[in-house]
């Protein structure tokens, strides 16, 4: 369900007075989608996404997000492009929300993630790294490894009813992960949750990246190890080496990894894992009972987090 | 939420194979809509919805309403075209779904009905009143009065634990009605829950009827006094009397009433009233509190009719 906030027609029709992009034709709620408000939008232009960016997005974010969307679409990456109003401004006000509207990107999002996912998935991380290294303002990862603690401790006491023992495995994991974590590594903007629902697929190739309202600074190898986690764990939570080194060759055809990158790439998974758990755990624990968003079982990144837990190098990763 | 059942990339493949539409383009779920699943289609050849049929239609009614929409769209009436596949058949199975693929339709649904609507509305229902004349095959309306007391009796017994005293004032209202209820009118498919948010508007005029999922044979009159429930209250309850003034001369302008019609819209609105009353109260009582569902207040058809009870005329209703 992502249609949080209702548009009435008259707001609607104001909205899209800021905006030369011709005349309304049709408007549709997009079921798909968790953090804010997004429509399918037609107008005699062509086809949109409207968003309205509902309380989770910080405002003082989005003109960094959407400044990189334009930076990258610029640069041929297939990420929204956010259409700029009348006058000049890319992020407006409607119900109450601000709002924006960016370009539609067609294709559809692989429902079950194969290994010739992979490989065009890798190659566009690596493009989206290097067409981002020259965009200049940078942005804090909030849920990167400072935020791990910080989140954990707002959960932590609810952890044991998710799973008895899992708050203090958690606790020890997260030592041991921040005790080895890398800070020399090659930085950069990333994505940070290019999960399947954010990518889509026309034809075999990439045809759109979207959602980019966690995109930070981070380590770039970081965001590669968000996608080892997103892609390549099948539904019985086995880790599929095959869709793994395709990643990884198709990141690296692109932008070949340094050699440090390789090497901590199983405490940068773990890192990725605890991240998504920590979240999940967070939202499983604060979510009422009557909401309309499905919650996420923590405990899949649980098993994740045991498996590069036990890794011992890039060869676990097909490297 | 209108996405209850996932669709794999392989399935969606597969099943377009079975129809002569171009090549897939994009695929995303709609938020609307409670009953099914809807996925807005981009093919090569154009914009299609895709529905997948969940529990609550029984499968042995989809060709009465596929050929119904059929039909109507023959004459004309903008409501969607059920897609044939290439050997011919309008329903197929998709992901252990029965699933249709029907013609897009622009426009939106008035999120706030005002005045301006209510003629076209009116001209809309009786233009597919007459155009549904000469459909031969009939479908009871499991909804219509024969269907309130059985649903009634399915949650008689937890009415009071939505307001004191609610049973006992529904036993009288049924009684009332019931006996009032008139059994020669004009009687012809109707669509049975023209609700706003199943009405596209475009530059004013009316470009898309859609989910004919309730349709059935009953009273024309009947399905006037739907819309009248469904479209001239305001938010406090008010009866807008020049929204129904409205309604009803755009409906006369195409197919005029019958006095007896005009006569008896009093109890015919009550009869719309408790029927959308008894089954949001059913599912009041039946939605498990975790459901993705919103529950629909039963209450604010109590009030509705609560006004057309005190209502004793045509005149009440602005003719």
Known sequence: MAVYTEVTDDALAEFLELYEIGRLVAFRGIAEGVENSNFSLRTTDGDFILTLYEKRVDPADLPWFLGLMEHLAAKSLPCPLPVRARDGANLNKLAGKIAAITTFLPGIWPRRPAVAHCAPLGEALARL??????????RANALGPEGWRPLFARCAGSADTVQAGLGAALDASLDAILAAWPDNLPRGHIHADLFPDNVFFLDGKISGLIDFYFAATDLYAYDIAVCLNAWCFENDFSFNITKSRALLRGYQSVRPLAEAERATLPVLCQGAAIRFLLTRL???????DGALVTRKDPLAYWRRLRFHAQARSEGDYGL
Chains 1, 2 share one sequence.
């Open 282 to 288: 967070y939202d499983w624990i604060n979510t009422p």
């Open 129 to 138: 790294h290097l067409a981002g290294a020259d965009y200049a303002p940078t």
